[in-house]
């Protein structure tokens, strides 16, 4: 013990304690994202809009369409996703603040199948907007599987690589494969 306040009482094997302490906490962190990213999606993109207008059975003034392809061994049975909405100025729709969508699907998609979701975002507008209606990142974070387990995307890195428009618009990254 008394070594011990010997060595703490010289603030270069403190300086030396504090750097592997920390050099230990990033190699844990490193390990633990690296797991984290060892789990692929069972889904794959295939497409997503904004839709302005009606569309029978789905919505009559806003809706979301997105399609995803289950390339996962097993069922999906739950899908989460979120996505930010503004207006092509850059206006938070359908308020300021209030712009965030959070989105759960239920349903059942077998493996090497095809599921396209239409949803409807009416209940949160009063009027139709006049501008182009973007969607910016539009994610998937969770998908739920038939054996009970769940796919999670806790970093935000599965993202779909291109801004939602109802019309015209501007790809931000490579599509997906």
């Given at each position: 013990?008394r070594?011990?306040?010997?060595?703490?009482?010289?603030p270069l094997?403190r300086?030396?304690a504090?750097v592997l302490f920390?050099?230990a906490a990033?190699v844990?962190?490193?390990?633990e994202g690296?797991?984290l990213?060892?789990r692929?999606?069972?889904?794959?993109?295939?497409?997503?809009?904004?839709?302005?207008?009606e569309e029978?059975?789905?919505?009559?003034a806003?809706?979301?369409h997105?399609?995803?392809?289950?390339?996962?061994?097993?069922y999906?049975?739950?899908?989460?996703?979120s996505?930010?909405?503004?207006?092509?100025?850059?206006?938070?729709?359908p308020n300021?603040?209030g712009?965030?969508?959070?989105?759960?699907?239920?349903?059942?998609?077998a493996?090497?199948?095809?599921?396209?979701?239409?949803?409807?975002?009416?209940?949160?507008?009063?009027?139709?907007?006049e501008?182009?209606?973007?969607g910016?990142?539009f994610?998937?974070?969770?998908?739920?599987?038939?054996?009970?387990?769940?796919?999670?995307d806790p970093l935000?890195l599965?993202?779909?690589?291109?801004?939602l428009?109802?019309?015209g618009?501007?790809t931000?990254a490579e599509?997906p494969q």
């Amino acid at each position: 013990m008394r070594l011990w306040f010997q060595i703490m009482k010289n603030p270069l094997p403190r300086t030396v304690a504090a750097v592997l302490f920390a050099g230990a906490a990033l190699v844990g962190l490193a390990v633990e994202g690296c797991r984290l990213l060892e789990r692929e999606p069972p889904f794959r993109y295939l497409s997503a809009t904004l839709v302005k207008g009606e569309e029978p059975g789905c919505h009559s003034a806003v809706g979301l369409h997105y399609s995803i392809r289950n390339v996962g061994e097993q069922y999906i049975t739950g899908v989460y996703a979120s996505f930010d909405l503004y207006d092509s100025e850059g206006t938070q729709l359908p308020n300021p603040g209030g712009n965030h969508f959070d989105l759960s699907f239920n349903g059942s998609v077998a493996p090497d199948s095809t599921w396209t979701v239409c949803t409807s975002l009416d209940s949160s507008f009063f009027f139709l907007p006049e501008r182009v209606l973007v969607g910016e990142r539009f994610r998937i974070y969770r998908v739920d599987l038939a054996d009970g387990s769940a796919w999670t995307d806790p970093l935000g890195l599965y993202f779909y690589p291109y801004r939602l428009t109802s019309g015209g618009g501007e790809t931000v990254a490579e599509a997906p494969q």
